[in-house]
């Protein structure tokens, strides 16, 4: 089997999308908004994702994809990586990975380069559990769980009364897990971290101790900040808080996890094995959440998660998808996964759910894997994509 031709498409969000009040949530541009804008969480929406297929002499096609800077990602795989496909056997998975990410190492290495190479190994995968006619899982070892359980991912700072309806509803549903996210940081000062203890307090007496819930700050506090809120918030027994920092900070994260009682989180905007050797040679962490597409693809993602068990630190790897829950099911040392429950289109994470066919849905606070599907199980939803602008 050999590879015919790369196919890139960038898919841009060309309906309505629901409106973000202020202080949505918090994110890196919090520290920069007097100087811009107070709706910074404009900046972190996802409405465009890029997907690839990857067609072969055999008559299969792998289909990966990425959702960030979708743009650029098409214009690098479309003029560097994708030539250096054609005409290679898919099989040959460890060789191609290398060979991407060494011919973009002058100005690669992580960012956007890295989801190039993420969403073309993805591909890669699923070519080879349709060639092989077993899901992807099976090809990292097969099932270590019967089904995975997932924790429901949206509970975004909204008016206090919505927050905890929500959040009832989400353990109404099954869920033993759910994340919130915080909306006020260093800029808005003490009364800020008094409305965020208010969101947390209010998910915690809504659901009772019998369910775990996180906290995600999106990288929009100082470490002095998040000090300042850890001590506020530790009285609420937060499974982890994740991404207080920026991501660059490595240090700052061991003193935040040193500092605290409450487990820290990160690993989402980290890229390659060696970025997360150098997040648990720091101690830096209690969770690692890459994201599989974003990471390297399942070929890194394998590696980190074997590092990261050598480690004794769990792997939850971010934003649900089949890419994600197919290394997840492979791991032991995956113990849960994160799950964006179907919504109107908003911050962007929902958008999969529009693009593709086949993605599991959550009953009773989890999914299950289909043992019967070849690969991730995807299709691309053709149809659906009427909704978008199409640019490929």
Not at 115 to 126: E, H, M
């Amino acid at each position: 089997m050999k590879i015919t031709e790369v196919r890139t498409r960038v898919v841009q969000w060309a309906g309505e999308t629901a409106p973000l009040p202020p202080h949505f949530c918090t994110n890196p541009m919090d520290l920069v908004a007097p100087r811009l804008s107070p709706e910074t969480m404009q900046t972190f929406t996802f409405h465009g994702w890029l997907v690839v297929e990857i067609f072969t002499d055999a008559g299969l096609v792998g289909i990966g994809n990425a959702a960030l800077a979708p743009l650029s990602t098409k214009q690098l795989i479309d003029s560097h990586l994708g030539p250096l496909l054609i005409g290679e056997d898919p099989w040959d998975s460890e060789f191609l990975w290398q060979h991407m990410y060494r011919a973009t190492m002058a100005f690669g290495r992580k960012g956007i380069a890295m989801v190039a190479i993420s969403a073309l190994d993805i591909a890669i995968w699923d070519l080879m559990g349709k060639s092989a006619g077993q899901p992807c899982f099976r090809l990292m070892g097969g099932r270590t769980k019967a089904r995975i359980p997932v924790y429901a991912s949206r509970l975004y700072s909204i008016p206090l009364e919505e927050l905890a309806s929500e959040a009832r509803r989400y353990k109404d549903e099954g869920y033993g897990a759910m994340k919130l996210r915080f909306g006020w940081g260093p800029t808005d000062g003490a009364e800020g971290m008094v409305r965020n203890v208010e969101l947390v307090r209010t998910v915690r007496e809504a659901v009772g101790d019998g369910i775990d819930v996180m906290a995600d700050a999106y990288m929009g506090w100082s470490l002095d900040y998040a000090k300042r809120m850890m001590r506020l918030i530790e009285p609420f027994n937060l499974r982890w808080l994740e991404e207080a920092i920026i991501p660059d900070d490595v240090h700052g994260y061991a003193e935040l996890r040193r500092f605290g009682t409450t487990p820290i989180a990160a690993g989402e905007h980290e890229f390659t094995l060696y970025g997360f050797r150098q997040l648990i040679e720091a101690r830096a962490v209690d969770y690692i959440q890459f994201d599989t597409n974003r990471v390297g693809g399942i070929t890194a993602a394998r590696k980190i998660s074997a590092l990261a068990e050598a480690h004794s630190i769990p792997v939850v790897p971010h934003a649900g998808q089949m890419h994600n829950y197919h290394v997840t099911m492979a791991s032991l040392n995956c113990p849960i996964a994160e799950y964006f429950p179907p919504v109107d289109v908003e911050v962007g994470n929902e958008l999969f759910w529009y693009i593709f066919k086949g993605e599991p849905v959550a009953k009773d606070g989890y999914i299950d894997l289909d043992d019967n599907l070849p690969g991730l199980g995807l299709e691309i939803d053709e149809a659906s994509l009427a909704k978008f602008k199409v640019i490929g």
